[in-house]
């Protein structure tokens, strides 16, 4: 009987941390709500709070009361209704208003896809001082999306951002430097990250557990790498619950938990994170559990994983017919689910 093999290395979890980091996207760009945390859309990988005016909370007023009825009027599907009503509001001057109109305009919600308009209601909210405004036009410079590329301008829209507590443009600016050879600026970027994650940024979080992993903070520490990698699938990272796992299977950084492992594989795996469906189905398999093994490594191989798709072959004959239709079946109704919090201490 030919033994699954073990596909997934340490090594291969942690080449998704820094090497791979790219500045946060235009796809984190979420609705704003009043109490400033996003209404995320779907699609979208909206991350932290979207404090607004700097994360002051002002006090409900006219403004505020229409833009809440315009938000309800999202909530419940009625986009052209709120589209209507968020451009009254933009027009008289509120800036989350404007903020969210940009958005809707952005994407074609509720009329036409006009993105030159969005970039114009971007800058109106962004001097409004609606952060998540201005890290948005941060993205657009520096992609060079609707706009003329220009970097310079990108960083001083992410730093107004940052100044004004907003997490993802933070996460930006470390990243960049990071990225500088200088001891200064790791340093700095490293401490950036810290303050990033410490507002609840999720994969800051992970990639301060690659970085002290790696030994690229300081000395390397396992213990804290663990630390950071937990905090990070708390937050909701799929990888740093992955990383966690892995880390507590090999006892790494702490005692071995096998049990616990397993239960962050299967959120990480839930949530889509491919190595985690492959580790995971690897650990069944060993285990006995072949049809749920073969369920794993068949929604792994949908997601093209070629040596996940050849593990799915080789372990289906030690299933009777029932269990591979159930398997199948199964594996043919995943669908990614947000993470669970669901997670025990480390």
Wanted: charged share 20%.
């Amino acid at each position: 009987m030919q033994r699954i093999c073990q596909i997934i290395s340490f090594v291969l979890a942690l080449s998704f941390g820094l090497g791979a980091i790219v500045p946060v996207s235009a796809d984190d760009i979420s609705f704003i709500v009043p109490n400033g945390v996003d209404l995320t859309m779907p699609g979208d990988t909206g991350v932290g709070d979207t404090p607004s005016k700097g994360g002051a909370v002002a006090p409900a007023g006219p403004m505020d009361r229409d833009f809440n009825l315009a938000l309800n009027a999202f909530k419940d599907g009625d986009v052209k209704k709120a589209r209507q009503n968020w451009r009254k509001l933009a027009d008289a001057g509120h800036g989350e208003s404007a903020h969210n109109l940009a958005l809707m305009q952005l994407r074609g919600l509720g009329g036409d896809r006009n993105v030159a308009a969005a970039l114009t209601l971007f800058e109106t909210a962004a001097e409004a001082d609606v952060v998540a405004a201005q890290h948005a036009l941060g993205m657009f410079y520096l992609q060079g999306y609707g706009v003329r590329k220009d970097t310079v301008k990108a960083f001083q829209y992410f730093e107004r951002a940052a100044e004004g507590g907003y997490l993802p443009a933070r996460y930006n600016l470390a990243i960049v430097a990071l990225s500088d050879g200088s001891v200064a600026a790791q340093a700095r970027g490293v401490a950036m990250l810290q303050d990033a994650a410490d507002g609840g940024l999720a994969r800051a979080s992970y990639d301060l557990g690659v970085l002290v992993y790696q030994g690229k903070a300081g000395p390397q520490d396992l213990p804290a790498a663990r630390r950071f990698f937990e905090r990070a699938a708390k937050a909701g990272d799929p990888f740093g619950a992955y990383n966690l796992a892995l880390m507590q299977l090999a006892g790494e950084g702490g005692p071995s938990a096998p049990e616990r492992a397993r239960v962050h594989l299967e959120a990480a795996a839930s949530v889509g994170a491919v190595p985690a469906q492959v580790r995971l189905a690897y650990i069944l398999a060993e285990a006995g559990e072949n049809e749920l093994a073969f369920k794993w490594f068949t929604i792994a191989a949908a997601f093209n994983d070629a040596t996940a798709a050849k593990n799915a072959e080789r372990l289906s004959p030690r299933l009777n017919a029932a269990q591979r239709a159930r398997a199948l079946r199964a594996a043919q109704a995943f669908r990614a689910q947000p993470i669970s919090t669901r997670f025990q201490a480390n």
